[in-house]
């Protein structure tokens, strides 16, 4: 396998990207598309010396492989996680023993002939987005964000990167292919050396990444309440004044519970987040950085 084939080919001129779903913001606190193009540059400029170093012997005898060819008892833990958290969350019974999985119903993925670099450079793709989007922030030295945009967006800004600035045609990348993130590879394997290597080409930047405490929201199209905050002149809302004059629907009073029920569960997370081991990113970012970035419920001990 000869890896200097395989290495990114930029193309001449600015990058072009385009950005979706990205909601209107002021210029002024956000970089443009063309300076979140550049960062990604800087930061995959240098990926093959990362690939060089995590797979010497290639990617295909790396432990890394199995990000995207897991082991059948990768995929039988997998299933059954999923199985049995669905399980719970419809409060059914357990499954009978003869409806379980077993392992020998999953089988290994033939490797010959794979693209090793390319699989390597997707995986690095995954770990970029992570820490790009899930409204995490990166911060420029002049305090204006790298937004790449929402979940999807930040997808499709991935996939055009990719896409526009790396000649493989036999790939073509989607938003999908970066949604969401390392979401379903992440138990597979250790992501730590990814995340590392991007804080450290962020650092050389002179950028800092805040992060964001996981929180769900429900999508309401009414948009009629925001159970955190009282309704004084600061945060006044029309259509909720409107609302709560008339009255809540079953519907809009089912919701207004729901959104309760998420704001409580994430209180009592961040509260217990405070006594737990940081996850791999937050790790990754403490061991180049030197300390908890901005935003981590642990950041208040330092």
């Not at 890394?64 to 833990?77: A, E, V, W």
């Not at 991935?158 to 993130?181: E, I, Q, R, V, W």
């Not at 790790?283 to 330092?302: C, I, R």
Request: charged share 25%; with cysteine.
């Amino acid at each position: 396998m000869v890896i200097e084939q395989a290495a990114p080919l930029f193309t001449s001129g600015s990058c072009s990207v385009q950005k979706t779903e990205k909601t209107m913001v002021d210029d002024n606190i956000n970089e443009t598309d063309t300076e979140c193009a550049e960062i990604l540059k800087y930061i995959f400029n240098d990926a093959l010396s990362l690939y060089k170093k995590l797979a010497p012997n290639g990617w295909i005898n790396s432990d890394y492989i199995h990000f995207l060819h897991p082991t059948p008892q990768q995929q039988f833990d997998e299933n059954k996680l999923m199985t049995d958290n669905f399980t719970r969350f419809l409060e059914k019974e357990k499954k009978k023993e003869e409806d379980q999985f077993e392992i020998s119903s999953y089988k290994q993925d033939e490797l010959i002939g794979i693209n090793e670099f390319e699989e390597f450079l997707y995986v690095f793709g995954l770990a970029v987005y992570d820490i790009f989007s899930n409204n995490h922030d990166v911060i420029g030295f002049d305090n204006k964000t790298y937004d790449l945009g929402s979940l999807r967006g930040s997808g499709h800004f991935m996939a055009d990167f990719l896409n526009g600035n790396y000649n493989y045609p036999s790939k073509n990348y989607g938003y999908m292919d970066f949604y969401m993130g390392t979401i379903w590879i992440r138990s597979r394997g250790d992501l730590t050396p990814f995340y590392e290597f991007v804080f450290l080409k962020l650092k050389e930047f002179h950028c800092d990444w805040h992060y964001f405490f996981p929180r769900l929201f429900l999508i309401n199209p009414k948009k009629v309440f925001n159970s955190s905050e009282s309704q004084d002149d600061s945060n006044y809302q029309p259509e909720l004044a409107v609302i709560n004059e008339f009255g809540l629907s079953e519907e809009d009073q089912h919701a207004k519970k729901l959104q309760e029920d998420f704001d409580k569960t994430y209180e009592e997370e961040y509260e217990e987040a405070k006594y737990k081991p940081p996850n791999k990113i937050v790790k990754a970012y403490k061991n180049v950085y030197g300390v908890l970035p901005n935003g981590h419920p642990q950041k208040e001990f330092e």
